[in-house]
C-alpha cells in the first residue's frame, strides 16, 4: 500500500509504505509516515483510493500505527511466529524515494535498543519511502518487522521495528476517529490563524512549527486573532530554535497578508526587518547585531516595545536594538519562521507592560547566598530544596549559573583546543624550516594527523615504518638488488602481503586523510598511500616523487638507469602511461595533459593537498573547530596566501576569536596582494569591529 499523508490544502506531504494484516481492513505503517492532524490517502497497487476510518492503534514512542481502512476481502501478510535468527536472507518491500513498489533484498544482521526500543537491523539499501513497509524474510514471506529508518551513515544499514511490537499494539488498541485525529495538536483556531503554509503545532502547550513556508526565505506566519491593543504596547514570547542557522520570532503590525515587522535570531545574531511585499525585494534588515545576551541553543526571551516613532527590541531583559522606522503603523502581532528552520516557542504575551522575566541582581545575589550554604549533592535533603521553593525565582538563577558555568567550560575547551593547534603548527613551522631534502615527508603528514588527534604518539608509526624497511629488505638478495626490484619488493609487501587498498566505500571518510589510520586500517586515498609508498621508497634507496595530478594523486619513480615510470598507488601500484594521466587530467579538467601537470609535488605541496582534502570535508560537515584548525595549519604552510588568511577570518570570527580574526584581515589590508577586493576585506573589518563588545580596546 501507498500512504500519502496530505497537507492543509490538500498537497502531498510525502510517501510512505504500509501492508494488510487484516482481511477486515487493517493496514500496519510507521507513526512518522502519518504524522499528526493530516489528511491520509490509502492507495492500492491498482490505484484504488481507501478512505480512512480510524487511526486504530498508534504508538508515537514505537513508531507503529495501524489504520482502519473502508474495505474488505483483503489479502494479509502473515505475520512470522518464529524467533528472530541473524543472517536469515531478506526482503523489504516499500517505495523508496517516491519509486513505487520496490523490492530490495539484504539479510537480518542483528537486535539492538536505539532509544529505548527494540530494532532489528538489516543489511541492506533502505531509503525514505521504505518506512512503514514490511521487512519480510525471503524462504516463508513472512512479517519480521516494520521498517521505519535507515542509517545516517551508510547506504545499506536500516532499522525495524519487531513484529511482536506491532502484535501487542494490534491486541490493545486506542482507536481514534479520523476526524478526531485531525485536531491532534492543531491550533486553537480562536487564538492564532497561520499563514503561508508551514506545519504549525501544539505540543505540552508549546507551539512547534516545520516545514518551510510558502512565502519568500520559506516564511511562514502564525497571527494572534485577538486585537492587538493601542500603543504604547508590548509583545513576548521565548523562542528556541532547533539549529542556530534557522530564524524565528516575533511578527508585529502585521496585515494580515505581506506586510509585518519582524523581530528574530537568526544564524546566531538579531535581527530587526520590515517586510513590505512578497518578494526579496521588499525586505528590509533595519537592524542586525551579535550580542552576548542571545544564548545560543537555549531557551531566549524576546520583547518588542512599539511606541509612536519608536520601536524597541530586547532579548532576555536587555535592549539591544531601536529604531525610529515607521511604515508600518498597525496591525496583528504574532509568531514567524524562516527557511527550514524548526523552532519552539512558549508564553506568547501582549500586554501595555510585560515584566521582566529573568533574576534581578538582587535575586541573584540572594540565591548565591543560599546557594553557598546548601550541602553538596550526596548531604541534601529536601529540607535544603525547600528553602529555594520559597525564593523567587531560584530555578532560573540556578539555569543560569548552569549556563554561565557551560560557556565558560566551552570557552576552555576552546582555548586548550586552540593551544593544542598552535602547538602542532610550531611543530610544522619548525618542519618546514629545515632542508627540503631532510625534512621527511612521513614526520610532516604524521603532523597533519596529530591536528586532529591530540593523543596521536606519531614516534609509534615511525617506528612502524622503520619495521616495514626492514621487513622489506629481508628479501634483499644481496648487493646486486636492483632498484626494480626494491620497488616490486614494497608492491608485494604492501598489497600482497599486507592488504594494502584504495578506500572502496568510505572515500570521503577524514580517516582516509590521516597516515596514522591508513597504516592501522591499510585504506586510504591516493595521496595517503602515496606517502607511505615514497617514504618507503625512498628508505630504501630509490628516487620517488609526488605528482599531484588534477583529482587524483601519484608517484614517479625515478631510476638512475631506465624509463621514468608513473605509479598508480590507489590502485594496487599500477603502472601508469602518459595516456593513462592524460585520461585522468581530462576526467576531472577536460583539459589536455600539459608538462605543468606532471611536475613533482614538494613536500609541502603534498601536506597542503592533504589538509585541502580534509578542509573540503570539514565544509561539507560545517564543522568550524575543525575548519579553524585545517586553516591555521594551511596558512602556516603557506603565510602569503590571502586567500587562506581571508577564510580564516571568517572562520575566527564565527567562533568568536573577533581579534584573531582582525588580524587576518589587517594583514591583508597591509600586504595588499593582487586579486583581493580591498575595500570588500574593509567592509568585512568595520562589520567585525562592530560586533565588539564596546569595552573592547
Same mark, same amino acid.
Given at each position: 500500500?501507498?500512504?500519502?499523508?496530505?497537507?492543509?490544502?490538500?498537497?502531498?506531504?510525502?510517501?510512505?509504505?504500509?501492508?494488510?494484516?487484516?482481511?477486515?481492513?487493517?493496514?500496519?505503517?510507521?507513526?512518522?509516515?502519518?504524522?499528526?492532524?493530516?489528511?491520509?490517502?490509502?492507495?492500492?497497487?491498482?490505484?484504488?483510493?481507501?478512505?480512512?476510518?480510524?487511526?486504530?492503534?498508534?504508538?508515537?514512542?514505537?513508531?507503529?500505527?495501524?489504520?482502519?481502512?473502508?474495505?474488505?476481502?483483503?489479502?494479509?501478510?502473515?505475520?512470522?511466529?518464529? +524467533?528472530?535468527?541473524?543472517?536469515?536472507?531478506?526482503?523489504?518491500?516499500?517505495?523508496?524515494?517516491?519509486?513505487?513498489?520496490?523490492?530490495?533484498?539484504?539479510?537480518?544482521?542483528?537486535?539492538?535498543?536505539?532509544?529505548?526500543?527494540?530494532?532489528?537491523?538489516?543489511?541492506?539499501?533502505?531509503?525514505?519511502?521504505?518506512?512503514?513497509?514490511?521487512?519480510?524474510?525471503?524462504?516463508?514471506?513472512?512479517?519480521?518487522?516494520?521498517?521505519?529508518?535507515?542509517?545516517?551513515?551508510?547506504?545499506?544499514?536500516?532499522?525495524?521495528?519487531?513484529?511482536?511490537?506491532?502484535?501487542?499494539?494490534?491486541?490493545?488498541?486506542?482507536?481514534?476517529?479520523?476526524?478526531?485525529?485531525?485536531?491532534?495538536?492543531?491550533?486553537?483556531?480562536?487564538?492564532?490563524?497561520?499563514?503561508?503554509?508551514?506545519?504549525?503545532?501544539?505540543?505540552?502547550?508549546?507551539?512547534?512549527?516545520?516545514?518551510?513556508?510558502?512565502?519568500?526565505?520559506?516564511?511562514?506566519?502564525?497571527?494572534?486573532?485577538?486585537?492587538?491593543?493601542?500603543?504604547?504596547?508590548?509583545?513576548?514570547?521565548?523562542?528556541?530554535?532547533?539549529?542556530?542557522?534557522?530564524?524565528?520570532?516575533?511578527?508585529?503590525?502585521?496585515?494580515?497578508?505581506?506586510?509585518?515587522?519582524?523581530?528574530?535570531?537568526?544564524?546566531?545574531?538579531?535581527?530587526?526587518?520590515?517586510?513590505?511585499?512578497?518578494?526579496?525585494?521588499?525586505?528590509?534588515?533595519?537592524?542586525?547585531?551579535?550580542?552576548?545576551?542571545?544564548?545560543?541553543?537555549?531557551?531566549?526571551?524576546?520583547?518588542?516595545?512599539?511606541?509612536?516613532?519608536?520601536?524597541?527590541?530586547?532579548?532576555?531583559?536587555?535592549?539591544?536594538?531601536? +529604531?525610529?522606522?515607521?511604515?508600518?503603523?498597525?496591525?496583528?502581532?504574532?509568531?514567524?519562521?524562516?527557511?527550514?528552520?524548526?523552532?519552539?516557542?512558549?508564553?506568547?504575551?501582549?500586554?501595555?507592560?510585560?515584566?521582566?522575566?529573568?533574576?534581578?541582581?538582587?535575586?541573584?545575589?540572594?540565591?548565591?547566598?543560599?546557594?553557598?550554604?546548601?550541602?553538596?549533592?550526596?548531604?541534601?535533603?529536601?529540607?535544603?530544596?525547600?528553602?529555594?521553593?520559597?525564593?523567587?525565582?531560584?530555578?532560573?538563577?540556578?539555569?543560569?549559573?548552569?549556563?554561565?558555568?557551560?560557556?565558560?567550560?566551552?570557552?576552555?575547551?576552546?582555548?586548550?583546543?586552540?593551544?593544542?593547534?598552535?602547538?602542532?603548527?610550531?611543530?610544522?613551522?619548525?618542519?618546514?624550516?629545515?632542508?627540503?631534502?631532510?625534512?621527511?615527508?612521513?614526520?610532516?603528514?604524521?603532523?597533519?594527523?596529530?591536528?586532529?588527534?591530540?593523543?596521536?604518539?606519531?614516534?609509534?608509526?615511525?617506528?612502524?615504518?622503520?619495521?616495514?624497511?626492514?621487513?622489506?629488505?629481508?628479501?634483499?638478495?644481496?648487493?646486486?638488488?636492483?632498484?626494480?626490484?626494491?620497488?616490486?619488493?614494497?608492491?608485494?609487501?604492501?598489497?600482497?602481503?599486507?592488504?594494502?587498498?584504495?578506500?572502496?566505500?568510505?572515500?570521503?571518510?577524514?580517516?582516509?586523510?590521516?597516515?596514522?589510520?591508513?597504516?592501522?586500517?591499510?585504506?586510504?586515498?591516493?595521496?595517503?598511500?602515496?606517502?607511505?609508498?615514497?617514504?618507503?621508497?625512498?628508505?630504501?634507496?630509490?628516487?620517488?616523487?609526488?605528482?599531484?595530478?588534477?583529482?587524483?594523486?601519484?608517484?614517479?619513480?625515478?631510476?638512475?638507469?631506465?624509463?621514468?615510470?608513473?605509479?598508480?598507488?590507489?590502485?594496487?601500484?599500477?603502472?601508469?602511461?602518459?595516456?593513462?594521466?592524460?585520461?585522468?587530467?581530462?576526467?576531472?579538467?577536460?583539459?589536455?595533459?600539459?608538462?605543468?601537470?606532471?611536475?613533482?609535488?614538494?613536500?609541502?605541496?603534498?601536506?597542503?593537498?592533504?589538509?585541502?582534502?580534509?578542509?573540503?570535508?570539514?565544509?561539507?560537515?560545517?564543522?568550524?573547530?575543525?575548519?579553524?584548525?585545517?586553516?591555521?595549519?594551511?596558512?602556516?604552510?603557506?603565510?602569503?596566501?590571502?586567500?587562506?588568511?581571508?577564510?580564516?577570518?571568517?572562520?575566527?570570527?564565527?567562533?568568536?576569536?573577533?581579534?584573531?580574526?582582525?588580524?587576518?584581515?589587517?594583514?591583508?589590508?597591509?600586504?595588499?596582494?593582487?586579486?583581493?577586493?580591498?575595500?570588500?576585506?574593509?567592509?568585512?573589518?568595520?562589520?567585525?569591529?562592530?560586533?565588539?563588545?564596546?569595552?573592547?580596546?
Amino acid at each position: 500500500m501507498v500512504i500519502r499523508p496530505q497537507g492543509r490544502d490538500g498537497q502531498s506531504m510525502g510517501l510512505g509504505t504500509g501492508f494488510v494484516i487484516d482481511s477486515e481492513g487493517l493496514i500496519a505503517t510507521a507513526y512518522h509516515v502519518i504524522g499528526d492532524a493530516r489528511p491520509i490517502v490509502v492507495e492500492t497497487r491498482d490505484g484504488r483510493k481507501l478512505p480512512v476510518k480510524q487511526v486504530f492503534a498508534s504508538d508515537r514512542h514505537l513508531d507503529l500505527a495501524i489504520l482502519q481502512v473502508e474495505a474488505d476481502n483483503l489479502v494479509p501478510l502473515p505475520l512470522s511466529t518464529q +524467533t528472530f535468527r541473524s543472517g536469515v536472507p531478506a526482503m523489504a518491500l516499500g517505495h523508496p524515494l517516491g519509486l513505487e513498489h520496490s523490492v530490495v533484498t539484504g539479510v537480518i544482521s542483528a537486535t539492538r535498543e536505539i532509544s529505548g526500543r527494540p530494532m532489528i537491523q538489516v543489511a541492506m539499501p533502505i531509503e525514505p519511502g521504505h518506512s512503514g513497509g514490511p521487512l519480510l524474510d525471503q524462504t516463508r514471506g513472512e512479517v519480521h518487522g516494520i521498517m521505519v529508518m535507515k542509517s545516517s551513515g551508510t547506504e545499506q544499514l536500516g532499522f525495524a521495528v519487531p513484529v511482536d511490537q506491532l502484535r501487542r499494539m494490534w491486541d490493545k488498541p486506542n482507536p481514534v476517529s479520523i476526524d478526531r485525529w485531525m485536531t491532534i495538536g492543531k491550533l486553537d483556531p480562536a487564538r492564532w490563524s497561520t499563514l503561508f503554509g508551514g506545519d504549525w503545532r501544539q505540543v505540552s502547550g508549546k507551539i512547534l512549527v516545520e516545514q518551510p513556508g510558502e512565502g519568500f526565505g520559506g516564511r511562514t506566519l502564525c497571527l494572534a486573532t485577538a486585537s492587538t491593543p493601542p500603543v504604547p504596547f508590548e509583545i513576548g514570547v521565548w523562542v528556541k530554535l532547533a539549529k542556530e542557522d534557522g530564524a524565528a520570532g516575533l511578527v508585529f503590525q502585521s496585515d494580515g497578508e505581506h506586510q509585518h515587522y519582524g523581530f528574530y535570531p537568526s544564524d546566531r545574531k538579531l535581527r530587526l526587518t520590515c517586510f513590505q511585499g512578497p518578494s526579496v525585494y521588499s525586505w528590509d534588515i533595519l537592524s542586525e547585531i551579535s550580542t552576548p545576551h542571545y544564548r545560543p541553543g537555549e531557551w531566549n526571551y524576546l520583547k518588542i516595545h512599539i511606541d509612536s516613532g519608536k520601536i524597541v527590541g530586547y532579548v532576555n531583559d536587555q535592549m539591544v536594538v531601536q +529604531t525610529n522606522d515607521v511604515r508600518l503603523t498597525s496591525g496583528r502581532v504574532g509568531l514567524a519562521k524562516f527557511r527550514e528552520t524548526s523552532a519552539e516557542f512558549r508564553d506568547f504575551r501582549v500586554a501595555a507592560e510585560l515584566p521582566r522575566v529573568l533574576p534581578t541582581p538582587d535575586d541573584v545575589l540572594a540565591i548565591g547566598a543560599l546557594l553557598k550554604t546548601t550541602p553538596q549533592a550526596s548531604q541534601r535533603t529536601s529540607e535544603h530544596l525547600k528553602q529555594f521553593l520559597s525564593t523567587s525565582r531560584a530555578k532560573q538563577v540556578l539555569r543560569q549559573e548552569a549556563y554561565r558555568l557551560m560557556e565558560e567550560s566551552r570557552s576552555l575547551e576552546l582555548f586548550s583546543n586552540s593551544l593544542h593547534t598552535e602547538q602542532v603548527c610550531q611543530s610544522l613551522a619548525e618542519w618546514m624550516r629545515g632542508p627540503q631534502n631532510e625534512r621527511g615527508l612521513l614526520k610532516g603528514a604524521l603532523l597533519v594527523s596529530l591536528l586532529d588527534n591530540p593523543d596521536l604518539d606519531t614516534s609509534v608509526y615511525e617506528a612502524e615504518v622503520d619495521k616495514m624497511v626492514a621487513h622489506i629488505r629481508q628479501r634483499s638478495p644481496g648487493d646486486d638488488w636492483s632498484e626494480a626490484d626494491r620497488l616490486k619488493a614494497i608492491d608485494h609487501f604492501l598489497f600482497d602481503e599486507s592488504g594494502y587498498h584504495g578506500s572502496r566505500t568510505e572515500y570521503y571518510h577524514p580517516a582516509n586523510s590521516y597516515l596514522d589510520r591508513v597504516i592501522d586500517d591499510r585504506e586510504g586515498l591516493p595521496i595517503t598511500l602515496s606517502v607511505l609508498y615514497i617514504e618507503l621508497g625512498r628508505r630504501l634507496g630509490l628516487t620517488m616523487e609526488g605528482v599531484g595530478l588534477p583529482g587524483h594523486f601519484i608517484v614517479r619513480f625515478k631510476p638512475v638507469e631506465g624509463s621514468v615510470e608513473l605509479v598508480d598507488v590507489f590502485d594496487r601500484a599500477k603502472r601508469c602511461s602518459r595516456d593513462d594521466a592524460a585520461k585522468i587530467v581530462a576526467e576531472f579538467t577536460g583539459q589536455e595533459l600539459n608538462e605543468q601537470h606532471l611536475a613533482a609535488a614538494n613536500e609541502d605541496q603534498i601536506l597542503v593537498r592533504m589538509l585541502s582534502n580534509l578542509l573540503g570535508i570539514a565544509q561539507e560537515r560545517d564543522d568550524r573547530p575543525a575548519l579553524a584548525r585545517y586553516l591555521e595549519a594551511l596558512v602556516t604552510l603557506q603565510p602569503e596566501n590571502a586567500s587562506m588568511r581571508g577564510m580564516r577570518a571568517v572562520v575566527r570570527r564565527e567562533l568568536g576569536q573577533t581579534q584573531a580574526a582582525l588580524d587576518d584581515l589587517d594583514w591583508i589590508l597591509q600586504h595588499a596582494p593582487p586579486g583581493i577586493d580591498l575595500e570588500t576585506v574593509e567592509r568585512m573589518r568595520a562589520a567585525f569591529v562592530a560586533e565588539m563588545p564596546a569595552d573592547t580596546p
